[in-house]
């Protein structure tokens, strides 16, 4: 009984409790729960700290002594140093690429292969070219001035200060001369036969002037060779550079504009064509320049050859009457 008279009571409140809601009745809010009184918390009860062997806990923390940096602080400047020192390097290594393409080295590179002996040929080509210059110019000296000083001598028959003088002399003249009078004071201390004499001093001078000849075209063979081998490199490296300006254009068939595909190896051509040029040019002046000094250096030599067999030969005839008249004298 007590059961149902309870159901019966809820089902009543429900469409009271609607009522109330329709009319503006508001029900009155609980009273709220009392808070309970907050207990005070002491500093550091909540903290746990490890317990270190060695450490009490009212030991203090280490400081960090003045003058010494943390050791996120010294990380970061070991990785700023070692990334100046690989920039440093990286900036090295593009300045080595940078003058290995550009200027005279990059054309040499793009030039290829036959560039660097051309370029060879060249530095031994002004070798040649400097030391024969220096050469011929200290042997030039006053022939004809050389030639009339021992001619008088001669003539006063003063036959050993005619040969100091051509030794004190320098240049292939003087050398002539010196051959051919040291052969005729040596013949006639001989008492050599006179007739004779005029025969061994056209010999030696003769001989002496073959070594001077070769002393003076000494090493001009080889500016020969590079004016006629350095226009040849220049040619081959022109075949080269266009033989590989096809098979470039062949490989990118399509990829690219023939024109460009092909300017790697036309500019290989021209290259090496205008390096073997430069080279062979200088080389060939410089040779027929040489050959020029010394023609004119052997026609001195061939002149002062030929005036001292005569200048010889009339001091042989006066010894020769000088040497009749006196026999005429003592008979």
């Known amino acids: 009984m007590t059961h149902l008279i309870l159901v019966l009571a809820l089902l009543a409140q429900d469409p009271l ?3 109330d809601a329709k009319q503006g009745i508001k029900k009155a809010a609980p009273p709220p729960a009392t808070a309970a009184p907050a207990t005070p918390v002491t500093p550091g009860a909540n903290e746990v700290k490890p317990s270190i062997p060695g450490f009490s806990d009212s030991a203090t923390q280490p400081t960090i002594a003045e003058g010494s940096k943390p050791p996120e602080s010294a990380s970061a400047e070991k990785a700023a140093v070692e990334d100046s020192t690989a920039e440093s390097s990286l900036g090295l290594w593009d300045w080595v690429d940078k003058v290995c393409h550009t200027g005279a080295m990059g054309l040499m590179i793009r030039g290829g292969m036959f560039m660097w002996p051309i370029l060879a040929c060249g530095i031994l080509a002004a070798g040649v070219i400097i030391e024969r210059y220096r050469t011929l110019k200290m042997l030039t000296t006053d022939a004809s001035g050389l030639r009339k000083q021992v001619t008088d001598l001669l003539h006063d028959d003063k036959v050993e200060e005619a040969l100091a003088k051509c030794d004190a002399e320098q240049g292939p003249v003087a050398a002539i001369l010196s051959a051919g009078l040291r052969k005729f004071v040596v013949l006639r201390r001989l008492n050599y036969d006179p007739g004779k004499v005029e025969e061994q001093v056209i010999k030696a001078m003769d001989d002496y002037g073959v070594h001077v000849i070769a002393a003076l075209e000494r090493h001009l063979p080889v500016l020969a060779t590079v004016s006629s081998v350095a226009p ?14 096809f098979d470039h254009i062949v490989a990118t068939l399509g990829e690219q504009n023939i024109v460009k595909a ?15 040029l430069i080279v062979g040019i200088p080389a060939f002046s410089g040779y ?7 023609n004119q250096f052997v026609l001195e030599v061939e002149e002062t050859a030929t005036e001292l067999i005569e200048t010889v030969t ?5 010894e020769a009457r000088e040497a009749d008249d006196a026999k005429k004298a003592v008979t």
């Open 17 to 19: 409790d609607a009522l």
């Open 232 to 245: 040849m490199l220049g040619f081959l490296g022109t075949v080269s550079g266009m033989v590989n300006g």
């Open 262 to 276: 092909a300017a790697d190896g036309i500019a290989e051509a021209l290259l090496t064509t205008a390096l073997g």
């Open 288 to 294: 027929n320049y040489f050959t020029g000094v010394i």
């Open 314 to 318: 009339l001091q042989l005839a006066i």
